[in-house]
């Protein structure tokens, strides 16, 4: 299990990656639009060119991060804990224990990049993402 932080903006997230990706001497790995995605069709025009999911690696640091979809930073200031999880069955271990006493944003799914993936809001107020990855 690997936990990596998640940062959500509201349309900044490649300007803010690119400035993370040089203070850090890392690079910016993936980086997805909604425009690019299989959901581009679903997606509001305005926010095309946002950023779904963007992945900073490199010097010992991982970082993820998204814009939206929302049009308003989520509970926890923007910044969401993603645990990465090699088996399905483990996603859906995790994201229960977590779900106990809390409340789910998105439930458990199959997505295009995942086998399984979810976001919730814990018994504290605090945002997780559980996410077990297709191969590629």
Known sequence: ?????????????????????????????????????????????????????????????????????????????????NISVDTPEEAERVFAALLEGGSATMPMQETFWAQRWGMLVDRYGKPWMVNCMKPM
């Open 1 to 81: 299990m690997q936990l990596i932080p998640y940062m959500m903006f509201n349309g900044q997230c490649r300007e803010a990656f690119d400035f993370y990706a040089r203070a850090m001497g890392a690079n910016v790995a993936f980086a997805m639009t909604y425009g690019e995605s299989p959901m581009a069709g679903e997606c509001d025009a305005n926010q095309k060119d946002w950023i779904m999911h963007a992945q900073l690696d490199g010097g010992g640091v991982e970082l993820m991060g998204a814009d939206g979809p929302q049009t308003e930073v989520p509970a926890g200031g923007g910044t969401v804990i």
